[in-house]
Every structure is written in structure tokens, then in C-alpha cells.
T-cell receptor, first 115, second 113 residues
Framework: GAVVSQHPSRVICKSGTSVKIECRSL??????MFWYRQFPKQSLMLMAT?????????EQGVEKDKFLINHASLTLSTLTVTSAHPEDSSFYIC???????????FGPGTRLTVL | GENVEQHPSTLSVQEGDSAVIKCTYS??????FPWYKQELGKGPQLIID?????GEKKDQRIAVTLNKTAKHFSLHITETQPEDSAVYFC????????????FGGGTRLMVKP
């Protein structure tokens, strides 16, 4: 149980285009979903927290107009990187927390490369 | 806010030996401490967690200990195997932060056959 999927697993795009990443909780409903960014050999950096039906809460320094988060249902959250640039290249990971639990279950991550 | 320090940043052991990774946290209100294992190119996977009302928890070759007074918790892996090689992250949940976690910097564990 507690499986989280992400799609796509890998994406390469041209500079200036937008990329959408989906995060789904497959066998549970998620109170909250989180989006992280991870640079090589570094820890996870929280970008934003999203709750179904409400606006996401962004961490300091994360541009909300650049990284659009939509939490449309209790099992789906999407992250859209708008007008992507090479510096947005990174490993993006989502996580989800089931109702009445503290545990975050992570997705497999999405490797974004912007040319 | 919470601050989590993790040591060591890298750890190399021989197969069959034990490995210990230590974390300290700053806020005494933190009450939940998970450990994650991340293999190259993959998302973190929860391997064990402990709540603040428990001092120790064990699951086969993996154990976690918590010292609330000293505000530190440790991951113990016994009889290490090459497949234990990965990056391990500790985390702490601050009591009033919803389900947000603060992560340590990670430990790269290498188990030599």
C-alpha cells in the first residue's frame, strides 16, 4: 500500500516551453501533497505544499508564477514548470500523506532537462 | 523552525559490518522521525519511522533509537549487504507544521563486498 506515482519519469524540453508533471496517490487519498526539488548529491528542497481544493503554499524563494501547482483531487496534484530554462533542470519529486497519518510517501521522481 | 543535522555525510563499511547514522534536531516539539533510503535516480523510500513516545523500534536488520532529552536519533543497520548501498535521509516533523518534514543532509552509505 501507499504507492505514489509520477509521470513522466523523464522529460527533455526546449527552453521557453512549459512542462507538466503529474503526481498520483494510487491506493489512498492524500490530505496533502508536497513538491520537492533535488540537485545532484544534495538533500530534498521543499518547494510547496498543496491541499486539495486550496491554493498551494510556496516556500520562500520559490516563484509561484514559475511553478504552478494544481491539486485537483485527493489523488492528483500537478506541477507545471512554465517557460522552462536550463537552470530549471533538476530532479522533481512529489510526496503524499494519507488521511490521519504523518508519513510522507514519495513518488519515483521526474528528471527534467531543459535544453 | 526545525533544523536537522545528519552525520556522517559518507560512510563506507565492509559487507556484514554494522552501520550507524546519527541525526540531531533543534526543536523539542518535533514528534515524528522517519528515515528514507534513496537509490540513484529514484524517489526516497520510507524504511522505518519512530514517534516521540517510543525510544526504540526495530524491523529485521534495521533499528532506530530516539533520545528526546538529547534531541538525537540514530539509524542502525546490522549485517550490511551491498544492496544497502544508497543515500539515507533522516527527517523530523515539527508538531505544529502540519505534515511538513525537515530533512537532514543525507548520508551516502557504501557497503563493500
Amino acid at each position: 500500500g501507499a504507492v505514489v506515482s509520477q509521470h513522466p519519469s523523464r522529460v527533455i524540453c526546449k527552453s521557453g516551453t512549459s512542462v507538466k508533471i503529474e503526481c498520483r496517490s494510487l491506493d489512498f487519498q492524500a490530505t496533502t501533497m508536497f513538491w520537492y526539488r533535488q540537485f545532484p548529491k544534495q538533500s530534498l528542497m521543499l518547494m510547496a505544499t498543496s491541499n486539495e481544493g486550496s491554493k498551494a503554499t510556496y516556500e520562500q524563494g520559490v516563484e509561484k508564477d514559475k511553478f504552478l501547482i494544481n491539486h485537483a483531487s485527493l489523488t492528483l496534484s500537478t506541477l507545471t514548470v512554465t517557460s522552462a530554462h536550463p537552470e530549471d533542470s533538476s530532479f522533481y519529486i512529489c510526496s503524499a500523506t494519507p488521511f490521519e497519518q504523518h508519513t510522507q510517501y514519495f513518488g519515483p521522481g521526474t528528471r527534467l532537462t531543459v535544453l | 523552525g526545525e533544523n536537522v543535522e545528519q552525520h556522517p555525510s559518507t560512510l563506507s563499511v565492509q559487507e556484514g559490518d554494522s552501520a550507524v547514522i546519527k541525526c540531531t534536531y533543534s526543536d523539542s516539539a518535533s514528534n515524528y522521525f522517519p528515515w528514507y533510503k534513496q537509490e540513484l535516480g529514484k524517489g526516497p523510500q520510507l524504511i522505518i519511522d519512530i514517534r516521540s513516545n517510543v525510544g526504540e523500534k526495530k524491523d529485521q536488520r534495521i533499528a532506530v533509537t530516539l533520545n528526546k532529552t538529547a534531541k538525537h536519533f540514530s539509524l542502525h543497520i546490522t549485517e550490511t549487504q551491498p544492496e544497502d548501498s544508497a543515500v539515507y535521509f533522516c527527517a523530523a516533523r515539527y508538531n505544529n507544521a502540519g505534515n511538513m518534514l525537515t530533512f537532514g543532509g543525507g548520508t551516502r552509505l557504501m557497503v563493500k563486498p
